[in-house]
């Protein structure tokens, strides 16, 4: 399980032992011809971290946000809940929720937290993690504007 998935898991299983009678939605297909699923990835990592069985809903078929907002929609309904997602992508999640009738409330996760800069040489040189952020902000833009091209938002 990769590190930002993990993040979003402990995250859902923090206010789900916050939040009595609630349950854990874990969504998520395969990928790149995987043989399991996200969404069992972390119903093993749940079960291992106490959380029960019978409190974990699955929903296997997504391959994106979009199919996550209109398959989970089938599942919760009117009833309220929260939308645990990295804090970049929390923008165009919402407004895929929106889209298909939902309104989750927001919990974000995966924050970024600019340091503060201090002007030395090597502020003027590309570094891994200047351009890993670029990219993830470039990748949240244009998948917004495709979305709104598409009539997903």
């Known amino acids: 399980m990769a590190g930002e998935s993990l993040q979003r898991l402990v995250e859902g299983i923090r206010l789900y032992n916050l939040l009595p009678g609630s349950r854990l939605i874990l969504s ?27 409190d974990i809903l699955m929903e296997p078929d997504s391959m994106d946000t979009k199919d996550e907002a209109m398959l989970i929609k089938d599942m919760v309904g009117d009833e309220p809940f929260v939308l645990v997602t990295s804090a970049y992508h929390m923008k165009r999640s919402i407004a895929l929720f929106n889209k298909h009738g939902l309104s989750p409330a927001p919990a974000p996760t995966v924050h970024y937290i600019k340091k503060r800069q201090n002007l030395s040489p090597g502020a003027f040189f590309p570094s891994y993690t200047n351009i890993k952020h670029a990219e993830i902000i470039v990748r949240e833009k244009l998948g917004i504007a495709w979305a709104k091209l598409r009539g997903q938002i």
């Not at 998520?28 to 069992?40: H, K, N, P, W």
Request: aromatic letters at 4%; proline letters at 4%.
């Open 28 to 54: 998520g297909g395969t990928a790149f011809g995987d043989i399991i699923t996200s969404a069992e990835v972390m119903k093993q990592v749940a079960l291992e971290l106490s959380v029960p069985e019978n």
